[in-house]
């Protein structure tokens, strides 16, 4: 627009002055030698002077004057993210910890203990269990101590195995662990699975204690007896158990395979009984097909017996054994998940020994979990005596980090 207006005043510069004509020069034509000059004409009178036509002034050109470049706002440096503050002590001992509790109600003294972070899960038997209303509200009110303490998701967890071994009576699975191992479906297992996850999580219970992953070495075996394998054959069971797990995974509830290296050589039960198992490790390799397939999906728990090896390590059960629990496990299957004792409770009764003395061997051994099945004070000793052991020096933190680590990474997926 600017350009235009330059133009037209230009023009009407360019035209002002008089409004007469201006006439035009004629032509001037040199004679030639023969031809005769022709006779002066008259001069014109003179009329109004004219005044001189200007010739058009050229339209300036507009250059347009660059505006200068706006600097940047600097933008404020954002303040580094603070770390979050180390756990204490007392913290990484707490998630340690999965805990009976009696009745049906939860006492004063474990709801307190949750809201304190010295209880990282519980577990429920059937004596914990009536009404379907009345065990959601037992978990609500669970789950929202430690919320209210501030501390990390509870882990509610329970044996629901199917069969012989299912602590809500009125929950999946339909069928028996020997049934579904007859079908052979892997169909069947999963979805067995998922209907069972899908129950428990509709009543707050975000972890199941299964599937049994041990494989019978003979039907003398004291899990066969109890109907809780799937098949003498080690890949059936593999393939059985970690479909079921699978099933509990999509339902969003944790799995924990059990009873890690295999308990198929056991005549008696390893949680009331002092279990030794001779076998040798090309005798007891089937019993680790299952473990290896599971670690593969990947498996997030994995339930350590406490059966004694001597082909691992004669002086320690599976639980407290580092052998068993890191080399074997970790080492040479490549497990990265939570490792959790079986109760220590019962076995500690068989073998003489206080209860917190297995805690701390298991502890010290690098196990993440150590499950309680005893009376609330009995865990709450327990707890006393492991923190007791961690700030003496006794169990390294470094151990304890590690674990409270995969803990919070495993409660993170629920």
């Keep these: ?30 004679p030639t030698p023969t031809e005769a000059q022709p006779s002066p004409s008259p001069v014109p009178t003179a009329g109004p002077t004219l005044a001189p036509t ?5 339209a300036p050109t507009l250059t347009a ?26 913290q990484l001992i707490g998630q340690k910890l999965m805990v009976k509790m009696i009745g049906t109600t939860p006492s004063a003294d474990l709801l307190g203990r949750i809201r304190r972070g010295e209880v990282g899960g519980v577990i429920l038997f059937g004596s914990n269990v009536t009404t379907e209303a ?8 669970l789950q929202r101590a430690a919320t209210d303490g501030g501390q990390p998701l509870l882990l ?56 049994v992953a041990d494989v019978p070495a003979s039907n003398q075996s004291f899990m066969y007896l109890d109907a809780r394998t799937w098949s003498f054959s080690a890949s059936v069971t593999a393939t059985l158990s970690s479909a079921f797990a699978r099933g509990l995974e999509v339902a969003d509830v944790v799995p924990a395979m059990k009873h890690f290296p295999g308990i198929g050589f056991a005549l008696q039960n390893t949680d009331t009984s002092v279990v030794d198992i001779s076998a040798t490790k090309a005798e007891l390799a089937p019993g680790l097909q299952p473990y290896s397939l599971a670690i593969t999906q990947p498996i ?14 004669p002086s320690n059960g599976a639980g407290w054994s580092r052998a068993i629990s890191q080399t074997l ?12 004792t079986d109760s220590l409770s019962g076995t500690a009764a068989a073998r003489g020994v206080p209860v917190s003395d297995l805690a701390i061997q298991s502890a010290l051994a690098g196990t993440d979990m150590i499950l309680i099945a005893g009376p609330e004070a009995s865990s ?19 151990t304890l980090d590690t674990s409270y680590a995969r803990i919070l990474a495993l409660k993170k997926l629920l």
Aim: glycine fraction near 8%; proline fraction near 13%.
């Design 134 to 141: 009345a065990l959601v509200a037992l978990t609500t009110q």
């Design 300 to 313: 997030p728990m994995i339930m350590l017996s406490n059966a004694t090896y001597e082909a691992y390590d």
């Design 54 to 58: 200007l010739p058009p002034t050229a």
């Design 1 to 30: 627009m600017r350009l235009r207006v330059a133009l037209l005043i230009s023009i009407l510069v360019a035209g002002c002055g008089t409004d007469a004509a201006v006439p035009t020069a004629a032509p001037i034509t040199s």
């Design 156 to 211: 509610i967890a329970t044996d629901q195995e199917g069969g012989t071994v299912k602590r809500i009576p009125w929950a999946p699975p339909t069928l028996t662990v020997p049934q579904m191992g007859e079908l052979g479906s892997s169909a069947t297992a999963r979805d067995q699975g998922f209907q069972t996850g899908s129950a428990l999580a509709g009543l707050g219970i975000n972890t199941d204690l299964a599937p």
């Design 380 to 398: 709450a000793a327990v707890y006393d005596a492991l923190l007791a052991a961690a700030r003496a020096g006794t169990i390294p933190r470094a």
């Design 329 to 340: 496990l970790r080492g040479q299957l490549g497990f990265n998940g939570v490792t959790i």
């Design 65 to 90: 004057t660059p505006k200068p470049t706006a600097k940047p706002t600097p933008k404020p440096t954002p303040a580094p993210t603070p770390a979050p503050p180390r756990p204490t002590l007392a």
